[in-house]
């Protein structure tokens, strides 16, 4: 992924910068070429950490396979590592924030029955069935009348549904007499009305209450109009009908979690924009003073102007596919942009998305768009995928700390002995036994650490941060100077009251137990360890096995293999440094925590640390 390829590359470049420094320090200080070969040979080898491409992709399959026992297939694996850095989510209402079952609920017209044979007629029905939602509800509301009077005519031609004019129509011939049916939004049949003007505003002022209700609301009417320009049509509205789509009923609490975790939310329907305030409103997407955008004002907006106007905005209506397809575009200047959509008009937002999410049930060419498949159409479920998101980038940033850290402090402990013109404290095979079977025990588990639990109160990272910044390398650092540095007194100590195979012993030990403690301290990046003990316990089980199995490992390598490792049994007063060495590094790790915690106190809301 491109945070993983940025962060490769500067290690790669910081890692060759400091062994050819070094490399010239030791020429210019006259050391042997053996010597200098030797160095930089331990050096290459504390530098690189083997095991984080493993690491990295388990974090990444493990976390995929979360996200698809919460019903999200992935497809891209760099839809992950976005997912968790998503700072708003634009998404459908019908379906996602709504149930998608549409039902009559309110009809007005001063002729019912000619409501009812203009309804009949207007619908994209073939062979007893629709595709569409609206007209299967339709075709539920007339239930045997649809069949009366689609029995007495044959639809000639049929104008589909057009996402720009907003409506369909289908001619009809019944003997001699020919006559269009129409359905669609209101404002396009007002437009185009033939009926007096007090008539039109009755029908404008029904249709707005109903609106207003939360219906989803068409306008019907007929026309003997038969030119080709649909625009030129004169039509008599019959009358109008309200569907009413409730909110899910988990969808107010996934938006107040989609608030709280830093995230906006932006509603983009084809509605109504009184229908889709009231929806928007009823869920805590709308709030007084908040802008909602129609198509039409899009329009005559220019870039910048409509960059200004989304700030404030959250409910776009009346939009048609290229409508949306600008506003995420526009979006994407200053956000990491997530999208919904589920048919061929959603194609162009979900390709163009920083991470397009087409629902199940859409279409195959949707699917084909977008790097996400939602196999439950629901807000939540994609409020629980950034969840998961986020789990998967913090776990990906924690297996890059344990593991830098380790080879930051080797590198620290060697670079320490060669300042101070001592014997190299470890073996390369040392070295290459902490960073293949140590932290290969270790990193395997990384990607099993549950959440913590202010994960979704915290603002979202940006994606070039999301798992490695600054305040990474500080903590990497740091880390890699509580355990470099306890080492190196340990190593100078030793030294001179040891003999050689038992100091390297004792400090090849000290690096190997400093590292489980520092993978522990690694389970959570701000609480610490003792503030909740049985969470820092539960928080990844999997860190245990890990942890008794290294130590198996070692002393294997300590008392059974001693000719290849060149270790020794260690004494008494040995074992009781290589204690205090290891509870000093993990003291400093739990005691930079307690620190943070106490001085961000003030602030802590703020920064959603607890």
Same mark, same amino acid.
């Given at each position: 992924?491109?945070?993983?390829?940025?962060?490769?590359?500067?290690?790669?470049?910081?890692?060759?910068?400091?062994?050819?420094?070094?490399?010239?320090?030791?020429?210019?200080?006259?050391?042997? *070429?053996?010597?200098?070969?030797?160095?930089?040979?331990?050096?290459?080898?504390?530098? +690189?950490?083997?095991? =984080?491409?493993?690491?990295?992709?388990?974090?990444? @399959? *493990?976390?995929?396979?979360?996200?698809?026992?919460? /019903?999200?297939?992935?497809?891209?694996?760099?839809? *992950?590592?976005?997912?968790?850095?998503?700072?708003?989510?634009?998404?459908?209402?019908?379906?996602?924030?709504?149930?998608?079952?549409?039902?009559?609920?309110? !009809?007005?017209?001063?002729?019912?029955?000619?409501?009812? #044979?203009?309804?009949?007629?207007?619908?994209?029905?073939?062979?007893?069935?629709?595709? $569409?939602?609206? $007209?299967?509800?339709?075709?539920?509301?007339?239930?045997?009348?649809?069949?009366?009077?689609?029995?007495?005519?044959? *639809?000639?031609?049929? /104008?589909?549904?057009?996402?720009?004019?907003?409506?369909?129509?289908?001619?009809?011939?019944?003997?001699?007499?020919?006559?269009?049916?129409?359905?669609?939004?209101?404002?396009?049949?007002?437009?185009?009305?033939?009926?007096?003007?007090?008539?039109?505003?009755?029908?404008?002022?029904?249709?707005?209450?109903?609106?207003?209700?939360?219906?989803?609301?068409?306008?019907?009417?007929?026309?003997?109009?038969?030119?080709?320009?649909?625009?030129?049509?004169?039509? $008599?509205?019959?009358?109008?009908?309200?569907?009413?789509?409730?909110?899910?009923?988990?969808?107010?609490?996934?938006? /107040?979690?989609?608030?709280?975790?830093?995230?906006?939310?932006?509603?983009?329907?084809? $509605?109504?924009?009184?229908?889709?305030?009231?929806?928007?409103?009823?869920?805590?997407?709308?709030?007084?003073?908040? #802008?909602?955008?129609?198509?039409?004002?899009?329009?005559?907006?220019?870039? @910048?102007?409509?960059?200004?106007?989304?700030?404030?905005?959250?409910?776009?209506?009346?939009?048609?596919?290229?409508?949306?397809? #600008?506003?995420?575009?526009?979006?994407?200047?200053?956000?990491?942009?997530?999208?919904?959509?589920?048919?061929?008009?959603?194609?162009?937002?979900?390709?163009?998305?920083?991470?397009?999410?087409?629902?199940?049930?859409?279409?195959?060419?949707?699917?084909?768009?977008?790097?996400?498949?939602?196999?439950?159409?629901? =807000?939540?479920?994609?409020?629980? &995928?950034?969840?998961?998101?986020?789990?998967? @980038?913090?776990?990906?940033?924690?297996?890059?700390?344990?593991?830098?850290?380790?080879?930051?402090?080797?590198? !620290?402990?060697?670079?320490?002995?060669?300042?101070?013109?001592?014997? !190299?404290?470890?073996?390369?095979? /040392?070295?290459?036994?902490?960073?293949?079977?140590?932290?290969? +025990? =270790?990193?395997?588990?990384?990607?099993?650490?549950? &959440?913590?639990?202010?994960?979704?109160?915290?603002?979202?990272?940006?994606?070039?941060?999301?798992?490695?910044?600054?305040?990474?390398?500080?903590?990497?650092?740091?880390?890699?100077?509580?355990?470099?540095?306890?080492?190196?007194?340990?190593?100078?100590?030793?030294?001179?009251?040891?003999?050689?195979?038992?100091?390297?012993?004792?400090?090849?030990?000290?690096?190997?137990?400093?590292?489980?403690?520092?993978?522990?301290?690694?389970?959570?990046?701000?609480?610490?360890?003792?503030?909740?003990?049985?969470?820092?316990?539960?928080?990844?089980?999997?860190?245990?096995?890990?942890?008794?199995?290294?130590?198996?490992?070692?002393?294997?390598?300590?008392?059974?293999?001693?000719?290849?490792?060149?270790?020794?049994?260690?004494?008494?007063?040995?074992?009781?440094?290589? !204690?205090?060495?290891?509870?000093?590094?993990?003291?400093?790790?739990?005691?930079?925590?307690?620190?943070?915690?106490?001085?961000?106190?003030?602030?802590?809301?703020?920064?959603?640390?607890?």
């Amino acid at each position: 992924t491109d945070a993983l390829t940025r962060f490769s590359n500067k290690y790669l470049i910081v890692s060759v910068f400091w062994i050819l420094l070094i490399g010239l320090v030791m020429y210019f200080e006259s050391h042997t *070429v053996s010597e200098i070969l030797f160095a930089l040979l331990a050096i290459l080898v504390s530098a +690189v950490p083997e095991g =984080l491409p493993i690491a990295l992709t388990m974090a990444l @399959a *493990v976390g995929s396979l979360r996200l698809s026992k919460n /019903h999200v297939l992935t497809r891209n694996l760099s839809a *992950v590592e976005t997912l968790g850095s998503t700072t708003l989510i634009a998404s459908d209402k019908t379906g996602t924030i709504t149930q998608g079952k549409l039902k009559v609920e309110s !009809f007005f017209a001063p002729d019912i029955d000619n409501l009812h #044979r203009c309804a009949s007629w207007a619908l994209d029905w073939q062979e007893g069935k629709s595709s $569409d939602p609206l $007209d299967r509800a339709v075709g539920e509301w007339l239930g045997e009348k649809l069949l009366h009077f689609r029995q007495n005519g044959k *639809v000639t031609k049929f /104008h589909h549904f057009d996402t720009t004019l907003k409506y369909e129509a289908a001619t009809v011939k019944n003997g001699g007499e020919v006559i269009t049916y129409v359905k669609g939004a209101a404002e396009t049949l007002i437009s185009q009305a033939s009926n007096p003007s007090s008539e039109v505003a009755k029908f404008q002022n029904i249709h707005d209450d109903m609106a207003q209700k939360g219906m989803r609301v068409i306008m019907l009417g007929e026309t003997k109009s038969v030119g080709e320009n649909i625009k030129e049509w004169r039509i $008599d509205i019959i009358g109008c009908v309200g569907f009413i789509d409730p909110p899910k009923s988990d969808v107010l609490a996934a938006v /107040h979690s989609t608030q709280k975790a830093g995230i906006r939310l932006l509603m983009i329907t084809g $509605d109504n924009p009184l229908t889709a305030k009231a929806i928007a409103t009823q869920v805590g997407i709308y709030h007084q003073g908040q #802008r909602i955008l129609i198509g039409s004002e899009i329009d005559k907006l220019t870039d @910048a102007q409509l960059a200004k106007a989304l700030k404030n905005t959250s409910v776009i209506a009346r939009v048609t596919p290229d409508h949306k397809y #600008r506003v995420v575009k526009i979006l994407q200047k200053r956000d990491v942009v997530a999208v919904t959509g589920d048919g061929v008009n959603d194609i162009l937002a979900l390709k163009i998305a920083d991470l397009g999410m087409a629902m199940g049930s859409g279409s195959e060419a949707a699917k084909a768009s977008a790097k996400m498949i939602l196999l439950n159409d629901n =807000l939540s479920v994609i409020i629980s &995928a950034v969840r998961q998101g986020r789990i998967i @980038a913090e776990n990906m940033r924690k297996v890059i700390y344990y593991l830098v850290v380790t080879n930051f402090s080797q590198l !620290f402990l060697i670079l320490s002995t060669i300042i101070l013109n001592l014997p !190299f404290p470890l073996k390369p095979i /040392h070295i290459l036994w902490i960073n293949l079977v140590t932290d290969g +025990v =270790l990193d395997k588990t990384f990607p099993f650490i549950k &959440a913590e639990s202010n994960l979704m109160r915290r603002p979202p990272m940006h994606i070039k941060n999301v798992i490695f910044n600054k305040a990474q390398l500080i903590n990497i650092i740091y880390g890699a100077l509580c355990i470099g540095i306890p080492n190196l007194f340990l190593y100078i100590h030793m030294r001179s009251n040891f003999s050689i195979e038992e100091t390297m012993t004792t400090v090849f030990t000290s690096m190997v137990v400093a590292q489980w403690l520092n993978g522990i301290q690694a389970q959570k990046r701000y609480e610490p360890f003792f503030m909740n003990i049985k969470s820092s316990i539960t928080i990844n089980p999997y860190i245990w096995f890990g942890v008794g199995l290294g130590v198996i490992l070692q002393i294997t390598v300590i008392f059974y293999l001693q000719d290849l490792f060149s270790t020794v049994s260690l004494g008494q007063e040995a074992l009781m440094m290589l !204690f205090v060495s290891s509870i000093s590094t993990f003291a400093l790790l739990e005691m930079k925590k307690w620190v943070i915690y106490y001085t961000l106190m003030p602030i802590k809301k703020k920064l959603s640390l607890v």
